[in-house]
């Protein structure tokens, strides 16, 4: 059976005390917390903010799966998946990987393990904010598509 | 066959909307849903060329075939984390 893991795609603020008091088990010796912040700088240009959109159901249900793999591999005891979208500020964290583990390769391991694995799997997207008040996707493939949405549309557009 | 198919970020921007609905024949692949978003064939090809698929919230191979109902999610390069 999987050990417990808090996984979590919020707008609110990611609290550090809050992702360790999700990993309390007095079994483990270990507990690690990564978290990502909003940088400065991102291709040489200064960044302003940061807007996080997300395929929710899905970030959750393969946060759940990078878990599972996690927990194959490792003997890990708790977990912290925490992801969060909106607008964030410089200096803000989007994320928080957790791991808590009897010892501590391991836990730096499976932390490690998560965060790769939630950065190339996740149906998470950034859209920067630049000083220059620039705003792009980033990865965005510029295209020469129609600005026309197409007839079948069924919803209204929002990035 | 309906199927759903949900848009995101620039690929959003570009068609113009969240999702579509489609009516595709049986046994169409997923990498068809391409074709169904107006652009012009290389462009659609740029799109499939880096975009992934998802079905019913699982990573699939665009070679699946769709099923009535199915979720289709286009999938552009991700940032999270």
Redesign the interface.
């Known amino acids: 059976m999987t050990p417990p893991c808090s996984i979590s795609i919020t707008t609110a603020p990611l609290e550090l005390d809050g992702a360790y008091r999700a990993l309390d088990d007095p079994t483990t010796g270990a507990a690690l917390v990564f978290a990502g912040r909003v940088r400065d700088r991102n291709t040489g240009r200064p960044v302003r903010g940061i807007r996080y959109a997300t395929y929710a159901a899905m970030a959750h249900a393969e946060g759940e799966r990078i878990w599972a793999e996690a927990a194959a591999r490792w003997p890990v005891r708790r977990g912290v998946i925490w992801h969060r979208i909106g607008d964030l500020a410089v200096g803000e964290a989007s994320v928080l990987i957790g791991v808590a583990t009897a010892h501590r390769a391991e836990a730096f391991a499976a932390c490690q393990f998560c965060l790769d694995a939630l950065k190339e799997r996740a149906p998470i997207w950034k859209e920067e904010t630049y000083t220059t008040g620039d705003v792009q996707w980033i990865d965005d493939l510029r295209s020469s598509w129609p600005a026309a949405p197409v007839g079948d549309s069924a919803g209204t557009s929002s990035c | 066959m309906k199927t759903?198919v949900?848009l995101?970020?620039?690929l959003?921007?570009?068609?113009?909307?969240?999702?579509?609905?489609?009516d595709l024949p049986a046994g169409t692949p997923a990498s068809g849903v391409f074709d169904?978003?107006?652009?012009?064939p290389a462009?659609a090809a740029?799109?499939r060329a880096?975009t992934r698929i998802?079905i019913n919230?699982?990573?699939s191979a665009g070679t699946t075939l769709l099923r009535e109902g199915d979720e289709v999610?286009l999938?552009?390069?991700?940032?999270?984390?």
């Open positions: 759903r949900l995101f970020a620039g959003r921007a570009r068609v113009g909307a969240e999702a579509i609905d489609l169904h978003l107006g652009a012009t462009e740029r799109w880096v998802a919230m699982t990573y999610a999938i552009p390069p991700v940032a999270g984390g």
